[in-house]
């Protein structure tokens, strides 16, 4: 499974699995879970209990990298969070107001802060008063963070 990943990735899988796994291996649902979810991947639980039964109930950091790559592959946030704001836009304009889009960002799911969420702007060259076209939007929030290494 390491072709898949970089290094720098798996010494973060590593590290996430470790820390929930002390035994060193995942035995439960609960484990998988929140090793997966602190990654940044949004699994089902249909699909968690699958990996898990698919291993038989216990597994190794080798089987979770591979679990890692599959679940990688069938996951696009990009498409889901897209979809999700075609799903608002009524008018099918492809757009948002800036504001609306910061009251999303802040008051839903995890909110961000304010501070964050002008970060973000910055980096989307959005401003505060004008109209967001929501898939440039994603595109730029769900890239990869560069790496300066």
Not at 11 to 36: K, P
Not at 117 to 137: K, L, P, T
């Amino acid at each position: 499974m390491a072709r898949y990943f970089k290094e720098q990735d798996i010494d973060e899988f590593r590290e996430c699995f470790y820390l929930f796994a002390r035994s060193g291996q995942i035995t439960s649902l609960d484990e998988l879970t929140v090793v997966m979810r602190s990654l940044g991947m949004s699994p089902t639980i249909q699909e968690l209990t699958g990996y898990l039964k698919g291993k038989g109930g216990k597994m190794s950091f080798a089987d979770f990298l591979e679990v890692m790559h599959i679940h990688s592959r069938a996951e696009n946030l990009p498409h889901e969070v897209v979809n999700a704001f075609k799903a608002g836009d009524n008018d099918k304009r492809g757009v948002i107001p800036s504001k609306q889009l910061r009251n999303l960002l802040q008051n839903w799911g995890e909110g961000l802060s304010s501070r964050e969420v002008d970060n973000i702007f910055r980096e989307a060259n959005v401003s505060n008063n004008g109209i967001v076209r929501y898939e440039d939007f994603v595109k730029i929030a769900c890239a990869p963070v560069p790496d300066y290494y």
